[in-house]
């Protein structure tokens, strides 16, 4: 029986803030396989982890990710209602690929382009990666599939997926063709025709998002997906390492 690797949405996310350091840490403390997170670019270019284009949601400020230096969003708690975790700041991808680095996890970076087309945040990405020599470990994602092949260009060997809600056609012949290394589809995209054969014989990987109920982790596993990315990562080691 296929047994799928298991990728911390955001982090350990249904336990801690989500995308933030204690949620990236307690993935690793779960013995989640991975991480999957989201990047974009501050007022002042810094890599900054968050999943939002704005930071109302995920904290006690206002204001878009683009208009707001690195200190000015530093200022902020981001514990998003999660008060446990009272006095949380918003991580840049350096602080983050220093807090992992030692645990071996993969890291699959979500590019945030889809609404705001960041300037150089393909290049400072791939920058950081290589700098931390992370390569073998880092996987670059994206709804934008212009980023994924932007990414691609900027490092032919980097691993890259592109991601996608809704049954666009023949996405496994569209992974092949853009010589793409995965597909990250949503779960209910699993159920059409030849979906994972026509995967398996392009020697394409997929990476499912968001899988929480117990039944979606059993269908995910069921149907011989690459990884299950999940917000409960420790509920789905236990479930799937049971079965």
């Known amino acids: 029986m ?3 690797l298991i990728w911390a949405h955001r982090g350990a996310s249904g336990y801690a803030p989500e995308n933030t350091l204690p949620a990236f840490a307690l993935a690793a403390e779960m013995k989640a396989d991975g991480v999957e997170l989201d990047v974009q670019l501050t007022k ?6 968050c999943h939002d284009e704005r930071i109302d949601r995920t904290s006690n400020g206002h204001g878009s990710i683009g208009s707001l230096t690195l200190a000015e969003l530093k200022k902020f708690d981001f514990c998003n209602r999660m008060y446990a975790y009272e006095g949380t700041r918003i991580p ?3 602080e983050v690929f220093e807090l992992l680095e030692p645990t071996g996890l993969t890291i699959n970076i979500e590019l945030k382009t889809g609404i705001v087309f960041y300037k150089d945040l393909e290049e400072k990405t791939v920058r950081l990666t290589h700098e931390f020599n992370m390569q073998d470990r880092v996987i670059y994602s994206s709804f934008n599939h212009y980023s994924i092949l932007k990414i691609k260009e900027i490092d032919p060997d980097a691993l890259t997926g592109f991601l996608y809600s809704d049954g666009t ?8 063709a853009h010589h793409v290394t995965a597909l990250h589809p949503s779960v209910y995209n699993l159920q059409y025709p030849h979906y994972m054969e026509d ?3 392009h020697g394409i990987d997929v990476n499912v998002w968001t899988a929480n109920s117990k039944a979606d982790l059993l269908y995910c596993r069921d149907k011989g997906v690459h990884a299950i990315i999940t917000n409960y990562p420790a509920k789905a080691i236990e479930l799937l ?3």
């Open 241 to 243: 390492g049971k079965e």
């Open 199 to 201: 995967c398996v014989a």
């Open 169 to 176: 056609y023949d996405m496994p012949g569209y992974a092949a």
């Open 92 to 94: 840049t991808m350096r």
């Open 2 to 4: 296929n047994k799928p």
């Open 44 to 49: 002042d270019g810094e890599v900054i982890v």
